[in-house]
């Protein structure tokens, strides 16, 4: 469609349109197909228009009113639907669920407004707010704003300066696990035939710690049993022969691994190696969170494992991945959430 297409402009100005070029013809006796190429229009549709006027004079040439159903909600109303789905949880509204669905959101409308919608048309409204159904992030009902807060205002600045002063490195850590049926993802297949992927019916797991810098540096290690202090303690001993020299600042959260005795004692005995804890309920603060996504649910969510030995191969595969791509680890950084870090 052209940019000057006459089907792009609204009725009204059409109307004045057809005005203008008939009132040129007939009163200043200008030729049609000049009054044609001035407005940028087609000839055929100034003759249309002449030809109009001259079977039903002026009135021919007003807009006529446009067809089909007027709508049932006012502009006032889709608005106040759009602060209702944007600015409140549905359980604020008395609803039993959390996340708004078609029917919840027909329900509050014939509860507001008094109007009823098919299931088809609430969708169709919904869209036209510029709605889209989409995964909700979870969040803790234990999560403290305010020490959330405090982290990116004054604590981790306190704990940069600090590495900064020392020569010292900064690294964020976590620990996850993945089991041997965990799948990601999606296939193409047929309409209305599910595909299958067949893999190993038995059930076996590993876990595994990873750490990273902004700078892009990552250390990781896999392990078959659970992650308690003696496993994060070795992590934490191999990081030190790593960093050559230079002391450590590594940031974790509450894991019991992180906070027993053990440990504590451990980091006491060290004058390299210093632990800070991030707020609690806060993932979101912690960019080691972006490696879970890349190697489970990016790698090892796409394809099927036979053994724990296969599975092991896999994850240290999809870890070694990570580990040789800098540029995707700093990427990691670019999150919003974690954009104190690098301020």
């Known amino acids: 469609m052209r940019e000057d297409d006459g089907r792009k402009l609204s009725h009204a100005t059409l109307e004045e349109l057809r005005f203008r070029a008939v009132r040129q013809i007939v009163e200043q006796n200008a030729h049609p197909a000049e009054v044609a190429a001035v407005l940028g229009l087609a000839r055929s549709t100034v003759y249309s228009w002449l030809a109009q006027f001259e079977a039903g004079g002026w009135e021919a040439l007003a807009a006529r009113p446009v067809p089909g159903r007027p709508p049932k909600l006012s502009p006032t109303q889709l608005q106040r639907l759009y602060g209702f789905i944007v600015g409140t949880d549905p359980r604020q509204l008395s609803f039993g669920f959390a996340l708004w669905t078609r029917e919840m959101v027909g329900q509050l409308i014939h509860r507001e407004f008094g109007v009823r919608l098919e299931i088809s048309s609430v969708g169709r409204v ?13 969040r803790a009902y234990e999560k403290d704003p305010e020490a959330v807060a405090r982290w990116k205002r004054d604590t981790y600045p306190a704990i940069r300066a600090q590495a900064k002063r020392e020569g010292a490195l900064v690294y964020f850590a976590d620990e996850a696990g993945i ?24 059930r076996f797991s590993i876990n595994m710690i990873s750490a990273i810098t902004p700078g892009g540096t990552m250390r990781f290690t896999v392990h078959e049993g659970r992650v308690n202090s003696a496993v994060f303690i070795e992590f934490c001993r191999k990081l030190l022969h790593d960093a050559h020299g230079r002391p450590v600042h590594l940031i974790v959260d509450g894991h019991r691994a992180h906070t027993a005795k053990a440990t504590r004692d451990f980091v006491a005995t060290r004058e390299d190696l210093t632990l800070h804890f991030l707020p609690g309920y806060s993932p979101e603060l912690n960019p080691d969170e972006w490696v879970w996504k890349n190697v489970k649910h990016d790698q090892l969510g796409k394809t099927t494992t036979r053994s724990q030995h296969d599975l092991e191969t896999k994850a240290r595969s999809a870890l070694h991945r990570v580990q040789r791509l800098p540029q995707l680890i700093r990427s990691f950084f670019a999150d919003p959430h974690l954009a104190y870090i690098t301020a």
């Open 126 to 138: 919904l869209r036209s707010l510029g709605l889209s159904p989409q995964r909700p992030l979870r």
């Open 179 to 202: 089991r041997s049926d965990y799948h990601a993802g999606t296939t193409w297949a047929p309409v209305g035939q599910t595909p299958v992927v067949r893999g190993s019916g038995r």
